[in-house]
């Protein structure tokens, strides 16, 4: 049987990296008392695995991990034994049988929804619309490897604006191929600022169905 586990991560722990995520999860299994198959041989490890790292100080309410089991469990016995084990700071949101032949947590991500607050961009309603209309949006992406110039309009499928909020949402590529952050999309709007004065939050993670975007949390027989 493979589990699909939703959470979030707020707080504090918005500044631990992805390797001691994968650490607190492999305790917080055994305190809760899932039973986690493990990898055959010398050094035999969880199986388990995660969507894309979520960078350092980001917030989020759609983070997933799949973990194959070696038993059956109730999904509230499972989701209550993980929440009674686990912070307030990873709030455990849903835990979902997988069907069968389901690709993993990060084959399966095609885009991720963002929050922006308060992004600082003059008419920034106009803006987005602007930037949607073009067939073009021409950046510098750089790596640790190297810099080339990118066409990231097509890697954007939603962009609007919320006045009332002074909130800015995206729908962008993620995932292991044309993958884009939150700040190449505001690099193409013309945001100058620094980035670390945004607040900006991972809403949730998609899968490519057809011609539409699902949710990894409705990818699931379970409840």
């Not at 199986?47 to 109730?74: C, H, K, N, Q, R």
């Not at 963002?114 to 106009?126: F, M, Q, S, T």
Request: proline fraction near 5%; hydrophobic fraction near 40%.
């Amino acid at each position: 049987m493979k589990a699909r586990i939703r959470f979030s991560k707020s707080g504090a722990l918005v500044y631990i990296g992805h390797l001691d995520v994968m650490r607190y999860f492999q305790k917080l299994f055994r305190r809760a008392g899932i039973p986690v198959a493990y990898t055959e041989g010398f050094s035999p490890h969880q199986i388990l695995s995660f969507t894309p790292p979520l960078p350092l100080g980001m917030e989020s309410t759609g983070e997933y991990a799949d973990v194959e089991l070696t038993s059956e469990i109730s999904y509230r016995d499972a989701i209550e034994a993980l929440r009674a084990e686990s912070v307030p700071e990873i709030e455990i949101m849903s835990f979902k049988e997988l069907p069968a032949g389901s690709m993993n947590a990060m084959a399966s991500v095609a885009a991720a929804r963002y929050r922006v607050y308060d992004p600082g961009i003059p008419a920034c309603g106009d803006a987005c619309d602007s930037f949607m209309a073009k067939d073009d949006i021409i950046i510098l992406k750089r790596s640790k490897k190297n810099e080339r110039l990118v066409n990231i309009r097509p890697l954007v499928y939603e962009l609007t604006y919320d006045r009332d909020k002074n909130t800015m949402e995206m729908l962008i590529s993620s995932g292991s191929t044309d993958n884009i952050k939150p700040e190449h999309v505001l690099e193409g709007l013309g945001f100058t600022a620094d980035y670390d004065d945004l607040s900006i939050t991972r809403v949730d993670q998609y899968t490519r169905i057809d011609n539409g975007f699902v949710s990894l949390d409705n990818i699931s027989d379970g409840e």
